[in-house]
């Protein structure tokens, strides 16, 4: 057997097939013969692909700079004696562990979803004789049966079909059932246009067949994206990889600067413990111990305020690379779409009228020329509604406040557009109850239906393709009710207006005969029937996707509709959703899967940046537009519901299922799920995405001076051979409850005004630049000279003891963080213009942490256990005067490069 990317089943025929699978289709295999195959080819079903053993998978999450960093400080805290700073940065440190343990098993729930899909039992022919066996006892050869409802068991070749339907929406994005046949296919068709095929895991909608298969477990379409999904690279997040970035740089940097400090030391006579404990200290007091605490508090509110909006965040770092996206590939049907045919314009006695609302609600108006009709002064719209409604096998159920359809969604919307102008399907049945029904079959592209008229007699009702229809009619309904004369070519015009407005048509005929006639055949309808009119469907684009792609494309994220359904319709709906691309004649262009398959790898980056519709696409080219994508360095986040799109869902740097109609296999590939599946989530989720890495690149800018002063106090008094203006433990008080009170209190910061009129952040683009290195540096020199000089001056000219002068040393450090947390509510704006008391926590921050240096200072325990002495009013003078020459300075800064300007750049260059 081959495997099912290179088969050519759908290209042979019947013969050619029986004769490779070596099977009797009157009389199926016979069960020795299916023995002998399952100990070939095994179960039908996906095998599991043997997963890391759990400890593993634990230990892995501790395999990170940073996180080697904090386990260096666990120890050394621990070594100084400092147990409860110990345990709290161990504490961080497990905690993320265990948040990551539970991330690994996403691809195994993704590939456990697709084996239960497949799981069912099936009607086979074996011995000569119908038997229902489990599906996983298929093997190739196997003659299968299947009806209205079945799952398809695996991969089948159809040969025997009447008025088969499959629903291959979950694996193909085709939004209607596929009509099947049993005839060759061209070797290039595409998987949605394998019509003779059917596939593992879709749905019979309507109809019958038999088929046998060639292809089971791992070797069928599901199964080959089983694959897919266990090949697509596991791409890390944008923050996770500038955190990466920036603890790599710390390491060798605070490494460096205490081997350093410890070596000058111990060249200008120091003692080794004395300047290993100092060291040590350095380290310890350059680690920041609140980062990675930020990280995680930071991406859990944002988690909750996505929930509060109906998304549920299934990995903490995808909110933030949401809000990194540059571009976001959409899946059509269901997602930028209701999922539900509508009929939009009904063409009868020569009039076009236009049908309001949208989905299986049956609310709405129908007009002509804007004025809404009623229907009884329309008698040849009634009777193409009519005619809609009798030949028809669709039901409409309101369950728990929505509607839901059982049968073929374009029955469904005939039914609806009825109903919306008076005519209820039981009442137009009762009036008219059915004798006879010719089904639906691909090859004559019609379906008719037999009735009692409700005016005396008998009429034949034919629904289907124009092209089949129209050529069978004698003459046409008129506006009158009255038959006329038939216009085919004013017919023709107006159908080619409704396909180019991307509506699927319809014809609907009608035949009166007598009483006498009890039996419906093919020569029935073969000639002579009137022509009551068209009716244009689609499926509507979600009014709020409409606004949401709008506000997308305004942050500069584009969109792009990859769907399996078809070029016409994608084109469509794309130009009533407001997508932008290339464009020719003022339409946008489409690429077809076909044309897709003719573009080369090293081409693919380009026309995928400019196109913004891609039709009749499969799995594997989803997945390859995601890489191409991301081969020009793009953010992707792509959306979807259905199986075809689980590869690329995890492909993607974000994939986003819908958790209404997706599968359970596109969500567990998923990153993020709507729970109401709405694309309009999805623009929040942006805003909340970037609001999170502003956050977090605020508190990050806050606590590099915080760490880099204390490094650079102590490196100093080291390297200048002075005494440590402070000493180790108060340095480590300073770190802790400054990360404690003050930079945690940055990650409730509100969203900022101009947060959407800002373009996506460069991907390339580092998490400190030059501009904000440049103020750090600023405001740690400040720190640095303020410190020594109010070191000396309280030593030499104030006549203080050392203890005094290192407490107001501590105290200056504090007081110039607690001004530069206010400096960091905005990365480029003033203080003053997003009002001081918009944030809350802030403020109690800051008030908590001035009570805490309160203690620090005066209080008798404090003093004892970190060296302190109370200090003099001239002192706190003199540490308030050095902290607002560093809030001016930096506001100076931030007034130079931005002045007043807004939403040019989220962060100084």
Same mark, same amino acid.
């Given at each position: 057997m081959k495997k099912n990317s290179e088969s050519t089943w759908h290209q042979l025929q019947v013969q050619e097939v029986v004769r490779l699978l070596d099977v009797d289709l009157q009389t199926g295999l016979p069960d020795d013969e299916v023995k002998r195959r399952q100990e070939k080819y095994g179960l039908n079903r996906i095998a599991a692909r043997r997963g890391v053993p759990a400890w593993v998978k634990f230990l892995k999450q501790f395999h990170a700079p940073l996180v080697y960093i904090l386990l260096v400080a666990v120890g050394v805290t621990a070594f100084l004696g400092e147990w409860v700073d110990? +345990?709290?940065?161990?504490?961080?440190?497990?905690?993320?562990?265990?948040?990551?343990?539970?991330? *690994?098993? $996403?691809?195994?729930?993704?590939?456990?979803?697709?084996?239960?899909?497949?799981?069912?039992?099936?009607?086979? %022919?074996?011995? +000569?004789?119908?038997?229902?066996?489990?599906?996983?006892?298929?093997?190739?050869?196997?003659?299968?049966?299947?009806?209205?409802?079945? #799952?398809?068991?695996?991969?089948? %070749?159809?040969?025997?079909?009447?008025?088969?339907?499959?629903? *291959?929406?979950?694996?193909?994005?085709?939004?209607?059932?596929?009509?099947k046949h049993g005839d060759p296919l061209a070797l290039d068709a595409v998987l949605a246009e394998r019509k003779n095929l059917s596939f593992a895991g879709t749905l019979v909608t309507a109809g019958q067949g038999e088929g046998v298969v060639w292809a089971t477990g791992d070797l069928t379409e599901m199964g080959h994206i089983a694959r897919l999904i266990s090949e697509a690279v596991d791409l890390s997040t944008p923050l996770t990889k500038k955190i990466a970035h920036l603890s790599k740089q710390l390491l060798w940097v605070i490494l460096a600067v205490a081997i350093a400090a410890f070596a000058i030391g111990i060249g200008r006579g120091g003692s080794a413990s004395e300047m290993f404990m100092a060291a040590v200290a350095l380290a310890v007091g350059a680690i920041p111990e609140g980062l990675p605490a930020a990280v995680t508090i930071v991406l859990a509110i944002g988690v909750a305020r996505m929930a509060k909006k109906r998304?549920?965040?299934? $990995? =903490?770092?995808?909110?933030?690379?949401?809000?990194?996206?540059?571009?976001?590939?959409?899946?059509?049907?269901? !997602?930028?779409?209701?999922?539900?045919?509508?009929?939009?314009?009904?063409?009868?006695?020569?009039?076009?009228?236009?049908?309001?609302?949208?989905?299986?609600?049956?609310?709405?108006?129908?007009?002509?020329?804007?004025?809404?009709?009623?229907?009884?002064?329309?008698?040849?719209?009634? /009777?193409?509604?009519?005619?809609g409604v009798l030949c028809n096998d669709a039901q409409i159920m309101r369950d728990e406040g929505s509607y839901k359809v059982n049968g073929d969604p374009t029955e469904a919307a005939l039914l609806v557009v009825a *109903?919306?102008?008076?005519?209820?399907?039981?009442? !137009?049945?009762?009036?008219?109850?059915?004798?006879?029904?010719?089904?639906?079959?691909?090859?004559?592209?019609?379906?008719?239906?037999?009735?009692?008229?409700?005016? +005396?007699? %008998?009429?034949?009702?034919?629904?289907?393709?124009?092209?089949?229809?129209?050529d069978r009619c004698a003459n046409a309904l008129g506006v009158d009710g009255k038959v006329t004369p038939l216009d085919q070519a #004013?017919?023709?015009?107006?159908?080619?207006?409704?396909?180019?407005?991307? =509506?699927?048509?319809?014809?609907?005929?009608?035949?009166?005969?007598?009483?006498?006639?009890?039996k419906l055949e093919h020569r029935h309808v073969a000639e002579g029937l009137t022509f009551l009119g068209l009716q244009g469907m689609i499926d509507p684009p979600r009014p709020e996707a409409v606004a949401s792609v709008r506000k997308c494309q305004e942050a500069g994220i584009a969109v792009k509709m990859i769907t399996g359904d078809h070029l016409v319709t994608a084109r469509t709906i794309a130009g009533k959703i407001g997508l932008k691309g290339r464009e020719d004649q003022g339409q946008l262009v489409a690429l077809s899967g076909r044309e897709l398959e003719k573009i080369s790898d090293a081409e693919l980056p380009d026309v995928a940046e400019h196109t913004a519709v891609f039709a009749r696409v499969a799995p594997e080219q989803k997945l390859r537009l995601v890489r191409a994508l991301q081969a020009r360095g793009h953010i992707v986040a792509m959306t979807g519901d259905g199986v075809n799109d689980a590869p690329a869902l995890k492909q993607a740097d974000i994939g986003i299922a819908m958790g209404i109609s997706g599968t359970d296999v596109a969500k567990g590939a998923a990153d993020m799920i709507l729970t109401?599946?709405?694309?309009?989530?999805?623009?929040?989720?942006?805003?909340?995405?970037?609001?999170?890495?502003?956050? =977090? !690149?605020?508190?990050?800018? &806050?606590?590099?001076?915080?760490?880099?002063?204390?490094?650079?106090?102590?490196?100093?008094?080291?390297?200048?051979?002075?005494?440590?203006p402070a000493l180790p433990v108060q340095l480590l008080w300073v770190n802790m409850?400054?990360?404690?009170?003050?930079?945690?209190?940055?990650?409730?910061?509100?969203?900022?005004?101009?947060?959407?009129?800002?373009?996506?952040?460069?991907? +390339?683009?580092?998490?400190?630049?030059?501009?904000?290195?440049?103020? !750090?540096?600023?405001? #740690?020199?400040?720190?640095?000279?303020?410190?020594? &000089?109010?070191?000396? &001056? /309280?030593?030499?000219?104030?006549?203080?003891?050392?203890?005094?002068?290192?407490?107001?040393?501590?105290?200056?450090?504090?007081?110039v963080e607690i001004g530069y947390l206010f400096n960091c509510r905005s990365l480029n704006h003033s203080l003053f213009s997003i009002g001081l008391f918009t944030n809350r926590w802030v403020l109690g921050g800051a008030l908590a942490m001035l009570s805490a240096q309160l203690l620090f200072t005066y209080a008798p325990i404090m003093n004892t256990l970190f060296h302190t002495a109370p200090i003099s009013a001239e002192s706190w003078l003199r540490i308030l005067a050095v902290a607002a020459v560093s809030f001016a300075a930096v506001e100076f800064e931030k007034w130079l490069r931005f002045g007043g300007r807004r939403g040019a750049q989220a962060i100084p260059e």
């Open positions: 110990s +345990g709290v940065i161990f504490a961080v440190v497990l905690v993320n562990a265990i948040v990551g343990f539970f991330q *690994e098993a $996403k691809a195994e729930r993704a590939i456990e979803s697709l084996a239960r899909l497949v799981t069912s039992d099936t009607t086979v %022919r074996r011995n +000569g004789r119908k038997q229902r066996v489990r599906s996983e006892q298929l093997v190739p050869g196997d003659v299968v049966l299947l009806q209205s409802g079945d #799952c398809v068991p695996a991969d089948v %070749r159809l040969y025997q079909i009447k008025g088969l339907q499959i629903d *291959e929406s979950a694996l193909t994005g085709e939004s209607v059932p596929v009509h998304a549920i965040i299934r $990995k =903490l770092p995808a909110v933030e690379t949401l809000g990194s996206t540059t571009v976001i590939c959409s899946d059509k049907t269901g !997602t930028l779409t209701e999922n539900q045919m509508t009929v939009r314009e009904v063409f009868a006695g020569g009039k076009l009228y236009e049908v309001a609302g949208s989905g299986y609600e049956p609310v709405g108006d129908i007009a002509l020329g804007g004025v809404r009709i009623n229907l009884p002064d329309h008698p040849a719209l009634s /009777e193409c509604l009519r005619a *109903e919306k102008g008076g005519l209820l399907h039981g009442d !137009t049945h009762r009036e008219s109850p059915r004798v006879d029904v010719i089904p639906f079959e691909s090859e004559h592209m019609f379906r008719a239906t037999l009735h009692d008229a409700h005016v +005396g007699g %008998r009429v034949i009702y034919k629904v289907g393709a124009v092209e089949r229809l129209l #004013c017919i023709h015009s107006t159908v080619e207006a409704m396909a180019s407005r991307g =509506l699927r048509v319809l014809a609907l005929v009608r035949r009166q005969v007598d009483v006498g006639h009890a109401n599946d709405n694309f309009s989530c999805i623009e929040a989720a942006v805003e909340e995405g970037r609001a999170v890495f502003d956050n =977090l !690149t605020k508190f990050i800018v &806050w606590t590099l001076p915080t760490n880099a002063g204390a490094m650079a106090i102590l490196l100093v008094a080291i390297l200048l051979g002075t005494q440590l409850a400054t990360a404690m009170f003050l930079g945690l209190m940055l990650v409730f910061e509100a969203k900022e005004s101009d947060l959407m009129l800002r373009p996506p952040r460069d991907p +390339g683009r580092p998490l400190l630049t030059f501009a904000l290195m440049m103020r !750090t540096g600023l405001v #740690c020199l400040i720190m640095l000279a303020g410190a020594f &000089w109010l070191f000396f &001056w /309280e030593m030499n000219r104030a006549g203080e003891s050392i203890v005094e002068a290192r407490t107001a040393v501590i105290n200056v450090i504090v007081m």
